[in-house]
């Protein structure tokens, strides 16, 4: 499917550790480098970019391994506030790799490096950081799990963190107790959960929690045999060019038990979260066995637990999920979510999920909840299809809820293009500017989905929408709703809600309530358009929308 691209506690040194080879304190942070040609702590300082030459010990070169700086099960050979350079070329992390020294078969499981020690402050961070960081990021660093480690990348109880440019996956063609119930049919590849060795696969790409003032920015976290990123209980942290892709069973799981709660600003910029719920093969990447919570799996490209925050997302990618594409329906009072000039398409279940006060604007919302529906290779169960009946958005809301539906472009197979709960008289939605387009009911396909449905008794806005298609031919508020919105395309297969010329869209949203930008940056003028793209004549010098994913044609990926 052509869719059009969006633009992504510190760790107290011991007594026993400061004589350990390579050691830096806090007063005088150190740059310090990992190559594949280096050699392991007692032979080099680290405190040089130069291979190791192969005789002597304290020699000034490069480590070898990740786990020279920060061994599993021993304490960190960096300090707070240092920096961590990791040259090109893949890594093994787990038994088996250089460094692991306190790793054994019989637990191979906690073989994991040990947590990244905390940076000073937030303008002094400990940074981790792949060779190309500073360039682009062309070709990042891997660093890949192996032998069932429970997670590669570890931040419990880091903060003031810097990590940027890796890759972080494993090499097992598999997903961690993969439909576990029985329930699957055709192809099912469980990881090896029953005599060791265990092969080459990892659970989690990056672990976190009790963590304050990260940044993470250019990793791509795929292919993990059960998720992408467990964390919770974080404070103040920033993604930036993130992809989160084809982890077993989610992408970004908030739930760590008891209390998961964030604060601050959790906010993604250009985040691809796409595939999660599915397996992916090695080395193709070809994209497979995609299960769901009917199979005892899950599937949501991020959810939480309870969690408070405030929660922005833009400019990102949320497609092709087996359950939900973001679920943040448990936010608690004094949370917030912003979702921003974001494309979420084909996830399963709901696209997007907001409780309290929401702001949802300039977004593409493509509610093909039935995407999996007989794609060959894919073990969803029937329940699966459209879970939760499907709703494009769905909106929960509290006592006091401010939400804002603006400029998107909204179209369904599900019950509802918009689902509503929760909010009492005290609360207010509105739904401005939107173009709303009802397709089929997928569930019932005598009728074709609502354009809004609310189960509580909140104050509904309707300024300025353009609703087709949608059941009993509803038409609320002041909204344009007759003929056709003439869009690029409405057909799943290539959704393109780019107006054409002529179409009812242009120039007729409401006077002051689109925000100055559309989808693509592009500036709106004082008669803005209806939707999440603003009309552009073709004129030669104005160049189209650069090409985003397209459809595979089975579950090769995008």
């Not at 052509?2 to 007594?15: C, P």
């Not at 995609?290 to 405030?310: E, F, K, R, V």
């Not at 794609?375 to 329940?383: D, E, F, T, W, Y």
């Amino acid at each position: 499917m052509s869719i059009v691209s969006t633009r992504a506690l510190r760790t107290y040194l011991s007594v026993c550790a400061i004589a350990l080879a390579g050691w830096a304190t806090d007063a005088d942070a150190a740059t310090r480098y990992i190559r594949t040609d280096g050699g392991t702590a007692a032979q080099c300082t680290g405190l040089s970019n130069t291979p190791y030459g192969g005789t002597g010990s304290a020699q000034a070169c490069a480590w070898n391994h990740p786990f020279q700086a920060l061994p599993p099960g021993g304490p960190a050979r960096i300090a707070g506030g240092d920096t961590l350079i990791i040259g090109s070329g893949s890594y093994m992390m787990g038994l088996g790799a250089s460094g692991a020294t306190r790793c054994h078969q019989s637990y191979s499981w906690d073989c994991f490096m040990t947590p990244i020690p905390s940076g000073p402050s937030a303008t002094q961070p400990t940074r981790i950081l792949g060779q190309g960081h500073d360039a682009g990021c062309a070709i990042a660093p891997q660093l890949w799990g192996t032998e069932r480690a429970s997670m590669v990348l570890n931040l419990q109880g880091s903060s003031n963190i810097e990590v940027a440019c890796l890759e972080i996956t494993d090499r097992e063609s598999c997903i961690e107790q993969h439909c576990h119930n029985g329930s699957c049919t055709g192809e099912v590849l469980a990881c090896n959960r029953a005599t060791a060795p265990w092969g080459k696969w990892a659970g989690v790409g990056i672990k976190a929690s009790d963590s304050m003032k990260v940044w993470l920015k250019d990793l791509n976290v795929h292919g993990m045999a059960h998720r992408g990123v467990v964390a919770g209980r974080l404070t103040d942290w920033t993604m930036e060019r993130m992809k989160i892709r084809a982890n077993g069973w989610a992408g970004w799981d908030g739930d760590i038990g008891g209390n998961s709660s964030n604060s601050g600003q959790i906010k993604f910029s250009r985040l691809e979260l796409a595939w999660n719920g599915c397996g992916e093969r090695y080395p193709s990447g070809e994209i497979f066995g995609c299960w769901g919570q009917g199979g005892g799996g899950y599937g949501d490209g991020l959810g939480t637990g309870a969690t408070a925050g405030n929660w922005v997302i833009e400019d990102s990618m949320i497609h092709h999920n087996t359950s939900d594409g973001l679920d943040l329906l448990y936010m608690s009072a004094g949370g917030s979510v912003t979702v921003r000039r974001t494309w979420a398409e084909g996830n399963a279940g709901n696209q997007l999920k907001t409780k309290g006060n929401s702001l949802i604007e300039n977004s593409v919302i493509v509610g093909n909840c039935a995407y999996f529906q007989g794609v060959a290779g894919n073990n969803l169960h029937s329940g699966d299809h459209c879970r939760a009946q499907g709703n494009a958005l769905s909106i929960g809301l509290t006592t006091t809820s401010q939400a804002t539906i603006v400029n998107n472009t909204i179209s369904s197979e599900g019950d509802c293009l918009i689902l509503s709960g929760g909010g009492s008289t005290g609360a207010r939605l509105t739904i401005a500017n939107n173009l709303m387009i009802g397709e089929v009911d997928w569930r019932q396909p005598n009728e074709r989905s609502c354009a809004m449905y609310t189960e509580g008794t909140e104050v509904v806005t309707w300024d300025r929408n353009f609703v087709t298609g949608v059941k009993n031919n509803a038409c609320p508020g002041n909204s344009a709703c007759t003929g056709s919105p003439l869009i690029t395309n409405r057909l799943y297969t290539h959704f393109d809600p780019r107006p054409l010329a002529g179409s009812p869209l242009i120039n007729t949203a409401a006077i002051g309530r689109a925000p100055l930008q559309d989808y693509l940056s592009v500036s709106r003028d004082a008669s803005a358009d209806i939707g999440a793209i603003e009309f552009i004549p073709v004129l030669a010098c104005v160049p189209p929308p650069e090409p985003g994913p397209t459809r595979p044609s089975g579950l090769g990926g995008l």
